[in-house]
């Protein structure tokens, strides 16, 4: 099974494309369930380094597998690097407004918004984590908003949650600087309010899923996220997935699957 297949065939429609914002990456696919609801909703991030090139297309085929099983997904589009707007802080603000726009709009399409799930992969782990952590921002900190959304949990897969780490491994060829304008060293505020891993305990349900072969995103970032987690004895939980890689996560025909859809249900 080609793990590229997510990204290689077109995506199931959704069933409806909701803007946010003016910006044209600004707008989220809502995937709805059979009946009235309220459905129980996963908001979905996609990931791709934050990089222009990979769009929220190939989250498309997860979201219909969830939609089937109940889930309305809002898959979330947003600005990236290459992008007018995209990077520190426009992504985080638009991953915000995204998420905050569903509040606005829940009641009207049928969902439950008692019953929101976060989750994101890669990139997508990094800001649906970082969603999860925003409530610990303090009103004089950049990108605190008031009322967020609550969340009932959050799923990472894969995720990039410590971005400073993640800047001294180099992934993604240095894209974590790229994104955030410059080091760790350099812009010490910009890291303490964007990355998840300056925001623990974050005091919510949260499960991470990480390929002990995935060789774009090592194993070992989810596991000093997690060990810290509990150490501060936040609600965190490790699911290493043995011999998987780093796409196998959001393929719904991989073999590693039911341990996502299995993760979700577990967070409603």
């Not at 600004?26 to 009235?36: A, N, S």
């Not at 589009?77 to 995204?98: I, K």
Request: proline content about 9%; aromatic content about 8%; hydrophobic content about 40%.
């Amino acid at each position: 099974m080609s793990s590229m297949w997510v990204l290689e065939t077109p995506q199931p429609p959704p069933d409806a494309r909701i803007a946010y914002g003016g910006a044209p990456q600004q707008f989220t696919e809502l995937r709805k369930p059979k009946g009235k609801g309220p459905h129980p909703v996963v908001l979905f991030v996609h990931g791709g380094f934050w990089r222009a090139e990979y769009g929220l297309e190939h989250a498309g085929h997860l979201c219909a597998d969830l939609t089937k099983r109940g889930f309305a997904t809002w898959s979330v589009e947003y600005r990236r690097v290459g992008q007018d707007g995209g990077g520190f802080p426009g992504t985080l603000e638009d991953v915000a407004s995204a998420a905050d726009h569903l509040v606005d709009a829940a009641p009207s399409l049928g969902l439950d918004l008692s019953n929101v799930v976060a989750m994101g992969h890669s990139a997508g782990g990094h800001l649906a984590m970082w969603l999860a952590a925003r409530h610990r921002l303090t009103p004089k900190q950049p990108l605190y908003r008031d009322a967020p959304l609550k969340l009932k949990g959050v799923v990472s897969l894969a995720g990039v949650l410590d971005l400073a780490q993640g800047a001294a491994l180099d992934l993604g060829n240095g894209i974590v600087k790229t994104f955030m304008g410059g080091t760790p060293e350099k812009f010490p505020e910009r890291y303490a309010v964007a990355s998840p891993a300056a925001l623990q305990p974050l005091k919510l349900p949260q499960v991470l899923l990480h390929g002990t072969e995935d060789d774009t995103v090592p194993l070992k970032v989810s596991e000093g996220f997690h060990a810290w987690g509990v150490q501060q004895k936040d609600p965190v939980h490790l699911v290493p997935l043995k011999g998987a890689g780093h796409f196998e996560l959001i393929d719904p025909r991989s073999k590693e699957w039911p341990r996502v859809v299995q993760a979700v249900r577990t967070l409603r």
